[in-house]
């Protein structure tokens, strides 16, 4: 037995050998002649196309294309050589989307076996990433067949340094792309407004201030308690209204009939009919101080907000509480009304702002950005936008749904108050006297303003409660602590050459908190 199982062995040891003599001679006609050096060369070449053409592909490693040595030349059978992988891991730019074939010299692992089919935001954003040469290349390149193994060519290896490797094991491949930081586009020009007019009258501070539609009068409210009605070309006086027993804080004048309407800390809101300079109605519910009031521009509707931390809906006719707006848990400051949805914003010291519906009368939106009590709202009378205003900041707001835009930097004090204009010029005015205007687009602040408060006042009584553009926007009026009005227009001298605008192209930090 032992016997037999080395005869058989020897003869496989024999036949193995005969058979590689044979491979060595190989000719047309069949018969074994040995081969010479160019032949050779001939058959080796055709077997390597025939054994190894499979794998002929596989791209090329990260080191491969840093080096320019050997490895992108070709041998003497006019064919890349690709070196082996000597015993340290490669990382390949995966290209195909079905397994490797096996091949000699690679490392397959479970996340090189299979790529995945990149997403289409990331075939975008690699075609973004691309230089334009390449790009056209690329587009002229026709693609492969179904399961059709595609080349690299030469072109392929000279990838850009910028190159995007695609991550498999990522459902949601994304190039990696430097992003550029937002910078502040260049603000529009504004020319500067300067003071030339200061109207005394009150007795004590101006807290409110309103323009009529016709633009011939502007109406104030004190903590004299009065109401007193003003000429808006000469700053005359024209008539006192007497009625309020305490602060009077908001006033406004409607567009739909002849009537004015004012609220104040004694918890009153009245209604006067300017025809008879009397009060007509009163729309009583509010249990504390009234902070302000506005007309809803198309229906019969006045909205009233007090430090009761609630707003409320009235029916001007019938001076009847349509809806009471709760959900502020401190006193609500300011509210605006307008004809798109939502109809009522709010601003409270609950550092909140509420978008309200006004048909059901609950909150669609409340935004908590702010650290601190948002005294002022202003709507932009052009775009379906708003800003808002606290001590952190003037923040921006798109409508309906309240996205913020921006935040607008610098007025660290008090803001008591906001206004804009058409051509995109914000006003916001502080508790300690200064007024800042602002690029609406950009939020570039573009001028600072600071008046003297008016003779036999305190420097500490340099304040502004309320600020208004009157109805054809070249004046901008302002109630301040000193117990005067006063009337700012714009500098008709100023050009861009004389006041240029400091910019810069600075990054800017759009915060959200």
Known sequence: ????????????????????????????????????????????AIKLRNEYGPVLHMPTSKENLKEKGPQNASDSYGHKQYPANQGQEVEYLVTGTHPYPPGPGVALTADTKIQRMPSESAAQSLAVALPTSQARVDANRSAPAGGEYRHPG?????????AVVMDSGNAKNSALMAKKAPTMPKPQWHPPWKLYRVISGHLGWVRCIAVEPGNQWFVTGSADRTIKIWDLASGKLKLSLTGHISTVRGVIVSTRSPYLFSCGEDKQVKCWDLEYNKVIRHYHGHLSAVYGLDLHPTIDVLVTCSRDSTARIWDVRTKASVHTLSGHTNAVATVRCQAAEPQIITGSHDTTIRLWDLVAGKTRVTLTNHKKSVRAVVLHPRHYTFASGSPDNIKQWKFPDGSFIQNLSGHNAIINTLTVNSDGVLVSGADNGTMHLWDWRTGYNFQRVHAAVQPGSLDSESGIFACAFDQSESRLLTAEADKTIKVYREDDTATEETHPVSWKPEIIKRKRF
């Open 1 to 44: 037995m032992v016997e037999e199982v080395q005869k058989h062995s020897v003869h496989t040891l024999v036949f193995r050998s005969l058979k590689r003599t044979h491979d060595m001679f190989v000719a047309d006609n069949g018969k074994p002649v040995p081969l010479d050096e160019e032949s050779h060369k001939r058959k080796m």
């Open 154 to 162: 030469a072109s392929d290896r000279s990838q850009p340094s910028g």
